[in-house]
């Protein structure tokens, strides 16, 4: 039970969201529980789907993720309900990005004097020289960090540490998980590594709906143009989607990609420019970008979003990708060798 003055602040927090439109019933998330029959013994709440898999994959079944921006919802224009603020208020510990990728939420998130319990940016832990700062990041870095598998494994400390201050009992628990969840993204690196070298040097160059593959393209070593900025909340101006219409027909690059939280017109609008070029342009499929596949699904995991959208520009870009992906790839080649298994082309 919160005491009174907790109640009170609780109650100015929600109606404060209110009056800001944050009602739309549209995006409300129902909660998530954590595998197995237990009685979870912490609740917690992540942002995003990206954050609430790491999470869970630490926090076993110690405790219930619920996750505030599920499939398909765009976290740059995401405004919580009634019910998410609630939620917020009434875990145990919460877990955003930090770099402001949730909005008008980040201040709250990231206050330490705040209604909140305990909130954690799981981004905190990372060097400076890690983050990507384009000219469109006014005053915060790139939020997209999950796109480098590897800069996105060194939040998994910060998880672990908010887990252990909040259950001292099962810190054993959540420090092992931690590890092997390490060691299962580590392979997954390796994956995307082994992928992307077999896309002809030439061809190398990810078009997407907006700019959250900056972290992508460094880490793997791709050219990135986004149509739209960072966040989605910007425009596309004509001048730029000419310029992206006359590198594609220059340089002859075979795929567009659209991305499952963003409007596909601007893509499309690319490829009809394209084809004007006389230039054939198809779209390579769809990528997850800010948020994850559906729950249930391999897409709807961290690891299962990456190998989809690994292998989906690996192929469209004229890349060898293995049958089965990113799971079929990690058995044959074994779990600590991963990194010398061979691509085999794909149909």
Known sequence: MKPFAMIKLASLALVVVVLQGCSDPGTEIEPQTAAGDSVPEIGIVATTGMIGDLVRGVVGDRGEVAVLMGEGIDPHLFTPTASDVRRLLAADVVFHNGLMLEGRMGTVLSSADGPLARSIAV??????????????????????????????????????????????????????????????????????????????????????????????GRAYGLEVHGIQGLSTESEAGLADMNRLVRMLAERGIPAVFVESSVSKKNVMALVEGAASLDHEVIVGGELYSDAMGAPGTWEGTYPGMIDHNVSTIGRALGGRVPDGGFRAWRERSGQDDAGDSEVEASD
Do not use: K
């Open 123 to 216: 981004t905190e832990v990372l060097p400076e020289e890690t983050l990507l700062h384009p000219p469109d990041a006014v005053g915060h870095a790139d939020p997209h960090v999950w796109m480098d598998v590897l800069a996105w494994s060194e939040t998994i400390a910060p998880i672990v540490r908010g887990l252990c201050e909040t259950d001292p009992e099962g810190c054993e628990v959540f420090e092992a998980n931690g590890i092997r969840l390490l060691e299962d993204l580590a392979a997954l690196d390796r994956y995307a590594r082994s992928v992307v070298v077999t896309v002809p040097s030439n061809q190398r160059v990810l078009v997407t709906a907006h700019d959250a593959f900056g972290y992508f």
